[in-house]
């Protein structure tokens, strides 16, 4: 039985409270929130969990095998570097860190002490992700040309990062998982309109053999949009994230050149064949995510979605960053 302590709840922490207590092999030893109405809705949720106001308690526990940390992104190096020095495993939220740094210290601390970090990316354990990466490590779409995600809606506003920071990591984190590729460089635009933080961001990322990847992060849009569309030789995909029912569709649609002179002539044909929609499996993803966080720590096993990875998402995030700041100036990875 895994011994866990949350610290943050707050909007994602809940959840994340709700998940480890449906799971036999783990229990949740108590959950610290500095806020009163935070203390009142732990209570209310959870009676007889044990709440803490400050972490340097409920991470000091001795009875504490694992913490996660559910909190704003830059208290994430701080309490997750505490946690490992107190001996504990951690699950930390995404972005892993505020900058490249941190992330490459906690990952040499986790390593020393021989402790598992992992960091939130539910997207890949959600039905679709898991279905699409399935897809294309069978072919299904052949060669890849794009991958195109929308990611728009309105709000939530953060006051400690702006629009990329917030949003992005899902998809990069996505994109990284799917597509077994490096990005060689980023450039990203954006502009700020109401708090000083980016609120609407365009991030394009080069990947090797012409592969291009663009991701559209936007916390001013009228509508809700989930969408990413991957482009392949072969077949195309479109994910629409809220569906219900179909939320992946397959076109068999492309160009097919015969030759090389036919491409100067234009003289291509269009392929337009059948679409369908594949059968995506129904699991909460949180869910499976804490119970595989639990099985990488009972095996010693290192997690895919561990502090490596987290990383690589971050210093994707500092690279937009660089760029947004120089107007959509290359930044190489
Ligand atoms: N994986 C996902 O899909 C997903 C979804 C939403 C949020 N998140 C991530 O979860 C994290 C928290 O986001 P949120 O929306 O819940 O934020 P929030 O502001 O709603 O909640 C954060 C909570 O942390 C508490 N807190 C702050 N500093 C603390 C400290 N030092 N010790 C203990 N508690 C502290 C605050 O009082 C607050 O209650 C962020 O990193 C965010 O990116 C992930």
Redesign the pocket.
Known sequence: MLRFGV???????PNIVRNLRSLESCQVVGI????PT?WKRIQAAHPGVPVYSD?KELIGAPDVDAIAV????W??YE?TKAALENGKHVFV???FTSNVAQAEELINLAEKKNLQIMV????LFTGAVRKIRKLLNEGTLGKLYYYDSTRVNLG?FQHDCNVIW?LA??DLSIMNHLLHKEAEAISATGQSHLNGHEDIAFITAFFPDSMIAHINVNWLSPVKVRTTLIGGEKKMLVWNDLEADEKLKIYDKGVDVKTQEGVYNLLVSYRSGDMWAPQVEQVEALKLELNYFVECIQKDAKPFNGGCAGLKVVRMLEAANESLAKRGALVYL
């Open positions: 610290v943050g709840y707050g909007y994602w922490g610290c929130d500095p806020s935070a972490s559910i909190t704003p992104v208290t994430h309490l939220e995404k972005p939130d990316h539910t997207f939530l917030d990591p899902h």
